[in-house]
């Protein structure tokens, strides 16, 4: 199987504290993970594209320095959403690439409410 | 470049209806589609993808969808839908390094 986890499943912090989201890919080894964000009844957007060791790739619009992307490790990549505003609430849900052969699939994770009071 | 439009945003249906939820698309690159379940406050689920081959795609919990080029569709079907069906779907089309989603349909059966 392909599991991808996410920690944690819910989160509420005050305005102007950073909340850290973590994502780990369970049995297999990712060298490319993605975060998504969605608002209610809308669809997801890719915000970054994580690289395991080197710099995340980010979509057009979203701040790099507000949202912090690290993917140290072949399973894991953690977002840290700096200096949280109410307007960052939101659902996260991040997604693992899996490789094999030629090929590859997505693997998401179950997805991290926000919630910035 | 890659797009995938959903032309329905709410799709009510009565219990042991059939369902069809419509996606078209728009790529450049070679044709990959994927449809997605998302249940609430979870992450998504994949329910079936087309990469090649039979264009005709079975899925789980009794979907189905079939690719059609000339129309540039991938509709998603099912013959008799349960209440546990309710929920979001997404079409979604592979792009070169990532998937490029769809706005989604709500599917809500109605006992």
Redesign the interface.
């Known amino acids: 199987g392909a599991v991808v986890s996410q920690h944690p499943s819910w989160v509420i912090c005050k305005s102007g504290t950073s909340v850290k989201i973590e994502c780990r890919s369970l049995d297999f080894q990712a060298t490319t993970m993605f975060w998504y964000r969605q608002f209610p009844k809308q669809s997801l957007m890719l915000m970054a594209t994580s690289n395991e060791g080197s710099k995340a790739t980010y979509e057009q619009g979203v701040e790099k320095d507000k949202f912090l992307i690290n993917h140290a490790s072949l399973t894991l990549s953690t977002l840290t959403v700096t200096s949280a505003h109410p307007e960052d609430s939101s659902f996260y849900i991040c997604s693992a690439r899996k490789v094999t052969g030629g090929s590859y699939e997505q693997y998401f994770g179950p997805g991290t409410r926000l919630t910035v009071t | 470049a890659q797009s995938v439009t959903q032309l329905d945003s709410q799709v009510p249906v009565f219990e042991e209806a059939p369902v069809e939820l419509r996606c078209n698309y728009s790529s450049s690159v070679s044709v990959y589609l994927f449809w997605?379940v998302q249940y609430p406050?979870?992450?998504?689920?994949?329910l079936l993808k087309y990469?090649s081959g039979s264009t005709l795609v079975k899925g789980i919990n009794g979907f189905e969808a079939e690719f059609n080029k000339s129309q540039t569709s991938f509709h998603l079907r099912k013959p008799s839908v349960h209440i546990s069906d309710t929920a979001e779907y997404?079409c979604a089309v592979r792009g070169a390094?990532?998937?490029f989603?769809?706005?989604?349909t709500?599917l809500t059966v109605i006992p």
């Open positions: 997605y406050n979870q992450g998504l689920q994949l990469l997404f390094n990532n998937l989603f769809g706005t989604g709500r």
